[in-house]
Structures are given as structure tokens and as C-alpha cells.
């Protein structure tokens, strides 16, 4: 029987490799979910420029909101489309650039420790119950593969400078669909 995973790699994940990553520091623990919304240009859904944002290959030109974001080099383990099919960047075993200035449960520079999953979406918005179907099944193989301890929003380790997923996103769905404790996920969400 094939593994689930091979070397970081998701083996039902569609796989389109990021440049934008780089080495865990040593001693790293991946205890940390973070969950994302994206959708480029904001609020578009389906067009394809997430997956080209993250492979550097996004054409700043073709949208004036692109403009707002030129240069931007980042990625995220995992991402995730409102049909939901799931696409993954970065090896889980290396360090995506998701997080950015961040800090949880008492650490600072959230990338070292985290996997980043990104949601087609915005920030606050509902998400689509196929959506949560992938994450709840990629969130579970992570859990089996990799000592997550936590899950939280990109608002939660960036507070006043990320809002997403923002209040449209069902922490007790994802909670329920996992089983696990309330203690992993942020209070008061």
C-alpha cells in the first residue's frame, strides 16, 4: 500500500511546487494549523491566479489590484478550492511563507512550527461545505502524520494585521468533523 505522504508531500494533493519556501529551523515542532482565505483578485473565484501567486508566475499586469501586490513571494502548504480540490506548494517538512509577523501559544514566527492551508475565499466570508470536507480530511491526515497540537486563524497569530478567515468560518464544524478538544483550537471561536 502506497503512504499517504512522501517526504512532506500529500499523496492526494494536486502538486504544483513553490520556490517560496526554505529549511524548518532545527528542533522545529509542527504542532500548528493555520487557516487562511484567499481568492485573487479579491473575491474571484476559480481564475487560477492563487495557484500562479504562489508559483511566481502571477502576471501583475492583468488586474490593477495585482498592482497592490507585486513582488509578493509567499505560498502555503495547502490550498484549497471552493469545489473542494485540494493543491499543495510546499512540502510539509519545509517552511512555507504563510504566517508572515506572527506569534502563538508563546512563540513568535509562526512558518517555523506551522503548516499553512489556504481557503478560496474572503476574509470573513462563508466557505462551501465541500471546502470544509477537504480540510477536515487533510487536517485528519496531518493529525495522524505530525505531533498538531493546535489550529488557529491567520487572525489569531497576526491579530490587527490578518483577518482571515474571519467570522464566517465554522471553527466548531472543523472542531466536531476532527474530534478533537476545544483546548486546540483558539478561545472564544
Not at 502563538?104 to 512550527?113: E, L, P
Not at 481557503?119 to 493529525?143: H, K, N, P, R
Not at 489550529?151 to 466536531?176: E, M, N, S, V
Amino acid at each position: 500500500m502506497q503512504s499517504l505522504w512522501q517526504q512532506g508531500w500529500y499523496r492526494y494533493a494536486r502538486r504544483l511546487a513553490s520556490p517560496n519556501f526554505g529549511p524548518r529551523p532545527d528542533g522545529a515542532l509542527i504542532d500548528l494549523i493555520v487557516i487562511h482565505s484567499i481568492s485573487l483578485p479579491p473575491g474571484a473565484y476559480g481564475t487560477g491566479q492563487v495557484q500562479k501567486l504562489f508559483s511566481n508566475e502571477l502576471d501583475w499586469d492583468t488586474h490593477p489590484y495585482f498592482q497592490s501586490i507585486r513582488g509578493l513571494q509567499v505560498s502555503s502548504h495547502f490550498f484549497i478550492t471552493r469545489d473542494g480540490q485540494l493543491w499543495q506548494f510546499v512540502s510539509c517538512d519545509q517552511r512555507a511563507w504563510h504566517a508572515g509577523e506572527s506569534s502563538y501559544r508563546g512563540r513568535s514566527n509562526c512558518n517555523d512550527d506551522s503548516i499553512g492551508i489556504e481557503l478560496e475565499g474572503l476574509d470573513g466570508g462563508l466557505f462551501e461545505a465541500a471546502q470544509y470536507e477537504t480540510l477536515a480530511s487533510i487536517c485528519a491526515a496531518l493529525l495522524r502524520h505530525y505531533p498538531v497540537q493546535h489550529l488557529a486563524g491567520h487572525q489569531h497569530i497576526a491579530g490587527g494585521r490578518k483577518l482571515d478567515p474571519g467570522a464566517g468560518f465554522d471553527w466548531p464544524q472543523l472542531q466536531a468533523s476532527l474530534g478533537l478538544s476545544a483546548k486546540c483550537f483558539p478561545a472564544g471561536d
